[in-house]
């Protein structure tokens, strides 16, 4: 029994410690560039009515300037489309800067009839994201800024609203605030904002303010927030904080004009940005300012009406652009002629390579159709955005074949990663019985002239030979040593420009997967065109790779996802989309990546654990209030969790629960969704998810209760050490013969209780803990030194039972860390935590220590300890039911405890007190 629970304590905190070391280490250099201000920055204060100063004192409205602008602004001038910056969990104001900074100076160089005034909120840099109290006033204090903000101009005016992390749920929440007029926002941006739920919900508040926003948006989406564009864009992996996938719109509200997007996926981005990064992230920066210029009217300088076009708009900046940096309304010439000078090429070989240094003169480079085919053209560094069309080729003088006219594809094509970030790399793809259907009998490809690099690579091949669906390795292959699992080997002679493969087996967001691509021969002419871009059909979370040139050279792809698998697309697969080099041949190789799955698993799962490992100790100490009622004797908490039922309660009758509610379609009034339907729902459930959680959390109790023991058993050394010093006597315990009730206890933890009520519920519960602590160890140290002389007895075990109740009330000191939090950086505002979520239950834990401070605690008498630990029993089961998704009723469930255990000795105290005055 030793060797397996030791072994399984040590493996749980290497898995945790290497899942937590990946997740937060484990992800791609930062690409973002740095975005630079020309002038120094100023905020300028705008002053609020006295009303909304005086109601609330710790917010504040900035409108964001520079230089000359800023002077514009001091003076009242405001003429621009107001943009209003709403920061986050912690978040400042002055994150507006780059956002205004950019505006300003585009709004220059384009020679804008328009600009925009960036209107920033400043929330105290209030911790939002982990504390619900304070949503409620941010919300309030927003919508006055928004009235304000309409009251400064002249004529009737539309807000922009962009929120950064809790930032962008404020701004969703704000349109289902009662009594907002909607129509005053046509038009959301939010960056890593998590839509979905908190990170981890710490109390009702934050949960409820969720489930609210969500439910409303759900309901009114189609209706009276139908108007809304909401563009929501994640930071990927990079992201520690919020993941991605919380950062997606709820399905039912993601239709037209809602956008749910990861930064690797957007079209000039393609990079993964962290949780403060996102802000100033040059390139994404860009691409909202220009996707800001674009969707207003320039006629009448007001946020274009037209949903449709609206789409088109953001859906071109944030999802697929073909070229150029802003949308052009006007649509391009559908036909275009083509002159006979320049050099005309006919390419009938299945793949061929352009290149030149430089451009003198038009190059017409023409590719043949055939029915069966399908043709892909990648171009880099051509300077026109017309560069690919489809026509029918005639026969000129001298034989030479060329085009008169033909019909413009070029917005058929898509910008993708280039290693140049100053030229732009494009490509097409497309079947060739399309065009030959239109009467078209080539393709092709237009090249302007420039003086800078041109590479063009094409290829005609058939999607049957190119579509391979590979099965991904098991977990047990690589536990075996057998190797990476060999994919595809692509040769020299193929000349392959385009591979697509589909990915199965990859469908749970634990799974990680390394592709290796080795670049193996490359002939000369190879300018390393080699990239390899990982796409979830379901979701926009593209990552691209460039493929490294050289012989022998590794590119590995991490593929993960960030957004499960809807069950409606069950049957669509990852896909990894190549287009080579065609001088190099290539061989892809795949292997399960154990680290990374751990740290997949530790970044999506890793919250639950507390609920698991609160719920193993609440068994092992309904273990030890049975082994009182049968022996007299309360073993230690060590001994207690080794027993093998928990596995039953805490994992098997979780599951039949589930499945059968499930199963059953049923639902009870009144009683919450459980854990298991809220993880399905969200997709991050799976079948063996418990027995992990129960492994991890079983290893991670035992580290935890041995940590605190030693601790206890080591200051009870010391105080039995410093008490027989300096007091000359063996200080041993002695037991009363009559009962006794000291209201030295009741007294303090009435004034802990107090505390409390008066200033907050986390910290007279910190207090008690303290209190605890002290005499806990004092209470351990008489217990060991009589034991050690006197053998173990009933008295001698006592310190086991508050051991537990100490152990319980280690976690919730921890969970009320959020509320403390917030009430000290609020302190000079306030000195009471308003809207404390933790005040019932931690009032409830102080005053039962009323009780369990008394002496001959636990009580000898034998009265309900078998009916109480079936109570504690059935809460543990509750705990690992509810409270795993939302961590405050773990906090409510350890509350239960401690009031149903200090009830239960209470009353065998007194029992025992009349049967002491009887005797």
Request: net charge positive; with cysteine; glycine share 6%.
């Amino acid at each position: 029994m030793e060797k397996w629970k030791w072994a399984i304590s040590l493996i749980s905190f290497i898995f945790c410690l290497t899942g937590l070391f990946e997740y937060l280490t484990h992800f791609e250099a930062n690409r973002c560039e740095m975005t630079y201000m020309f002038e120094k920055p100023q905020y300028i204060r705008i002053t609020m009515p006295s009303p909304v100063m005086h109601k609330f004192p710790r917010y504040k409205l900035f409108i964001y300037g520079e230089g000359r602008y800023a002077e514009i602004l001091r003076n009242g001038q405001l003429e621009g489309l107001p943009v209003l910056f709403i920061p986050g969990n912690a978040g400042s104001h002055r994150q507006v800067r780059s956002l205004g900074s950019v505006a300003l100076r585009m709004a220059e160089s384009l020679r804008s009839p328009f600009h925009f005034n960036m209107f920033s909120v400043d929330l105290n840099e209030e911790l939002s994201g982990i504390y619900g109290g304070v949503l409620n006033e941010q919300i309030e204090f927003v919508h006055e800024c928004i009235q304000h903000i309409r009251k400064m101009y002249k004529k009737n005016v539309e807000i922009i609203l962009v929120g950064h992390s809790m930032g962008g749920v404020l701004a969703r929440a704000m349109l289902v605030h009662e009594g907002f007029n909607t129509a005053l926002v046509p038009l959301i941006f939010t960056q890593a904002s998590p839509h979905i739920a908190s990170l981890a919900s710490f109390d009702s508040a934050l949960q409820d303010f969720f489930t609210r926003v969500n439910d409303i948006w759900r309901n009114k989406r189609n209706s009276t927030l139908n108007h809304v564009s909401v563009v929501s864009v994640g930071g990927g992996e990079r992201d520690i904080l919020v993941q991605s996938d919380l950062t997606q719109l709820i399905p039912e509200a993601n239709s037209i004009n809602s956008i749910s997007v990861v930064s690797t996926a957007v079209p000039g981005v393609w990079a993964s940005t962290d949780h403060l990064c996102i802000v100033w992230c040059k390139q994404l920066v860009m691409t909202t300012v220009r996707a800001l210029f674009d969707v207003v009217d320039p006629k009448s300088h007001t946020i274009i009406q037209d949903l449709a076009e609206r789409e088109k708009i953001l859906k071109y900046h944030f999802l697929r652009k073909y070229g150029g940096k802003h949308f052009v309304r006007q649509p391009k010439l559908h036909r275009q002629l083509f002159p006979s000078s320049g050099t005309w090429i006919l390419k009938e070989e299945l793949s061929w390579h352009f290149y030149k240094n430089k451009v003198l003169s038009y190059n017409f480079i023409l590719l043949p159709l055939f029915e069966d085919e399908t043709i892909i053209v990648v171009s880099d560094g051509l300077v026109k955005e017309d560069w690919v069309f489809a026509c029918s080729a005639v026969t000129k003088g001298n034989d030479t074949i060329l085009c008169e006219e033909g019909e413009n594809l070029s917005n058929k094509g898509e910008l993708i990663l280039s290693r140049e970030r100053k030229t732009e790399k494009k490509y097409i793809q497309y079947p060739a019985k399309d065009l030959l259907m239109k009467g078209h009998s080539h393709l092709l490809v237009q090249i302007s002239p420039s003086n800078k690099m041109v590479d063009v690579i094409g290829e005609r091949y058939k999607e049957i030979s190119r579509n391979k669906t590979v099965r991904l390795p098991s977990v047990m292959r690589n536990f075996l040593n057998f190797g990476p699992t060999q994919l595809l080997t692509i040769p020299l002679s193929e000349g392959a420009i385009f591979y697509k493969m589909f990915l199965s087996g990859l469908q749970e967001l634990w799974q990680a997967y390394s592709v290796i691509i080795e670049t193996r021969i490359c002939r000369g002419g190879a300018h390393g065109q080699g990239l390899i871009t990982f796409i979830v059909p379901w979701s926009h979370e593209d990552k691209s790779y460039h493929i490294r040139l050289g012989m022998g050279a590794l590119t590995r792809v991490t593929a993960t996802l960030h957004f499960p698998q809807p069950a409606q697309l069950d049957n669509r697969l990852p896909q990894l989309h190549m287009i080579l080099d065609p001088e190099c041949s290539y061989n892809i190789r795949c292997e399960f990546s154990v680290k990374e799955s751990i740290g997949q698993f530790i970044k999506y799962y890793g919250l639950l654990l507390p609920g698991y490992m609160v719920a193993i100790i609440m068994f092992a100490y309904s273990k030890q209030l049975q082994c009182i009622n049968k022996t007299g004797l309360c073993p230690s908490l060590l001994l207690a969790a080794q027993q093998l039922s928990s596995f039953v309660s805490l994992v098997i009758v979780p599951v039949v629960l589930y499945y059968c509610l499930r199963s059953f379609n049923l639902h009870v009034p009144l009683v919450p969704s459980s854990d298991d339907l809220v993880l399905q729902q969200r997709g991050l459930h799976f079948l063996g998810l418990r027995i992990f959680l129960y492994l991890i959390a079983y290893g991670l109790v035992i580290l935890q209760v041995l940590v605190i023991s030693s601790l206890v058993i080591l200051f009870g050394a010391l105080h039995q050490f410093f008490m027989r010093r300096f007091s000359q006597t063996e200080v041993t315990p002695v037991t009363e013969k009559k009962p006794t009730f000291d209201l030295v206890f009741v007294v303090a933890c009435s004034v802990l209780a107090a505390v409390a009520f008066t200033v907050a519920g986390g910290l007279g519960l910190i207090g008690g803990f303290f209190l605890q602590f002290f005499k806990l160890t004092a209470l351990c140290g008489k217990n060991r030194a009589v034991e050690n002389r006197r053998g173990i007895s009933s008295s001698t075990t006592r310190w086991h039972f508050h051991n537990s109740l100490y152990s319980l009330w280690l976690w919730a000191v921890i969970l009320t860390i959020p509320s403390l939090v917030v009430w000290v950086r609020n302190f000079d505002f306030s000195s009471h935590l308003t809207h404390d979520p933790h005040l019932l239950p931690s009032v409830v834990i102080i005053l039962a220590c009323s009780t369990f401070w008394q002496k001959n605690i636990p009580s000898s008498l034998r009265w309900q300890y078998g009916t109480i630990s079936y109570l504690v029993h059935a809460v543990a089961v509750l705990t690992v039911i509810f409270g795993l998704t939302s961590m405050y009723r773990i906090f409510y469930f350890i509350a239960v405890i401690f009031a149903a255990v200090a009830v239960q000795q209470a009353i065998a105290l007194c029992q025992e007190w009349k049967s002491s005055k009887i005797d």
